[in-house]
DNA sequence: CGCGCGCTCTGAGGCTATAG
DNA sequence: CTATAGCCTCAGAGCGCGCG
């Protein structure tokens, strides 16, 4: 092969290609008409003397050559990236650029509207997107580079991922403001609830998978208790909704329960007994380690946790829960 | 003579419109 | 949806010319 005949535009097309697996969304990922793009795959084919890609309905299936040069071409270009950014400053006020994240409905509510804002001062051709954790698998979501980090519990992940601690998130048990039930048994705000009270009242779950037990339920089983849950819901915002409005408790993060009660008619109760404090954690391709956009924005989201004082929660609080 | 400047020509690769 | 046609732009090669 002919490497005067291969310029970089052709690896960047090849690459786009490979992702998109369509000629015209390649060409809107790399800034190229369809055309343009349509020209650049004739001369990657004399050049490579492959078809690539196959046209099959609506898909460009990719050749097993293709295929074949998905890993390295993606690993070219980044080291070819890396090359050019090495020694050169970062500077957020020019990065146009789409992050992606995923995580609890939490985040999007919580984190993502201060951090936009945060962002649009200092780099204001910066993007967020936000998927819901229910999107899928972690590992395999960051190995296609669909997103940039995800916040979530802990989680087994290859070792190409890496992590960095966002906050812990130990549990309260939120309950409507005029539930009768918890007033006629005279406990006030912020208080222990009884543990019989806690298991007598039916509980709102959130459940991504439509699984009915958590780890409150995890934590009763080991005193021999049992809870009712009679309501499992995929988001947050939802589980506050459903017990601001009837008389169910839930066991959900204490910043989330902090923040519902500023919205909604609902109160925090600790919890009669430990459950484990779980940790949320930012998870990312380790491919990114070193690039400054994406070292930039890690940072930026671990600033914008730590302005919303989700690391310095009351500490007897805190310790009240723990295991 | 050798170098630098500027003109012209050519081809690659972009675009839009349209055919397949 | 992709491929092709036709047109446009622009970078680079080639070349002539003037100057030190």
Not at 101 to 106: K, N, P, V, Y
Not at 168 to 180: V, Y
Not at 244 to 255: F, K, M
Request: charged share 25%.
């Amino acid at each position: 092969m002919n490497l005067n005949a291969l310029d970089l535009n052709l690896v960047r097309v090849l690459d786009a290609l490979l992702r998109e697996r369509s000629v015209t969304r390649a060409g809107e990922q790399i800034g190229l008409s369809q055309p343009a793009v349509s020209a650049a795959l004739n001369r990657l084919r004399h050049v490579l003397n492959d078809q690539l890609f196959v046209r099959r309905g609506n898909d460009m299936v990719p050749t097993p050559r293709a295929e074949s040069l998905t890993e390295p071409v993606r690993a070219a270009l980044r080291e070819i990236e890396r090359v050019f950014q090495t020694g050169k400053d970062f500077d957020p006020a020019g990065l146009e650029r789409t992050f992606t994240f995923m995580g609890a409905d939490f985040f999007s509510m919580l984190l993502m509207p201060p951090l936009a804002a945060r962002i649009a001062a200092m780099a204001p051709g910066v993007s967020f997107r936000f998927l819901d954790s229910a999107r899928g698998d972690v590992s395999r979501l960051l190995q296609d580079d669909e997103i940039d980090a995800a916040l979530e519990r802990p989680l087994e992940v290859p070792d190409w991922v890496s992590s960095t601690p966002l906050f812990d998130s130990p549990f309260a048990i939120i309950a409507a403001r005029d539930n009768t039930t918890i007033k006629q048994a005279g406990i006030a705000d912020g208080e222990p609830l009884p543990i019989e009270l806690f298991c007598e009242l039916p509980h709102v779950l959130r459940s991504i998978d439509g699984s009915m037990s958590g780890s409150t339920d995890a934590a009763l089983d080991k005193i021999g208790l049992k809870r009712r849950v009679s309501l499992a819901l995929p988001h947050f915002q939802a589980v506050a909704l459903a017990v601001a409005s009837g008389n169910h408790l839930a066991a959900v993060p204490r910043q989330f329960a902090v923040a519902a009660v500023k919205s909604l008619p609902v109160v925090i109760y600790q919890p009669p007994f430990a459950i484990a404090v779980p940790e949320v954690r930012m998870y990312w391709h380790a491919r990114h380690d070193d690039e400054p956009p994406h070292r930039w924005i890690r940072n930026q989201i671990l600033e914008a946790v730590e302005a919303l004082g989700f690391r310095d929660l009351d500490g007897d609080e805190t310790t009240g829960s723990r295991t």
